[in-house]
């Protein structure tokens, strides 16, 4: 488990003012799970896809996917979360 989090100048790709990073590994070192601003996604499609890329997103293992990052208690229960799902799924937490 990794926690980088500064806090920042706010910016159009971070308004909210914090450059984080945290993620969940492997054994191995593989990223498992990773929520991070550190790039820009393409945004989804559908409706809301049509907003601009965006810089909050998610990673689950080779997945990537817009996040929409509301406060840090929100983003940390939802990290929390997808570890556990992740966990579960590979039979260490049950």
Known sequence: MRFDVKRVLPTP???????YSLT???PDGQRLVGFDNAHAVPP??????RRRRRHDHR?????????VYEDAAKLLA????????VLTERGVKT
């Open 59 to 67: 990673h689950r293992q080779d997945t990537v996917r817009p996040y």
């Open 44 to 49: 989804t499609t559908g409706p809301s896809g």
């Open 24 to 26: 969940l590994h492997g």
């Open 78 to 85: 939802d990290f929390w979360h997808e570890v556990d799902a």
């Open 13 to 19: 790709e971070r308004p909210h003012g914090l450059d």
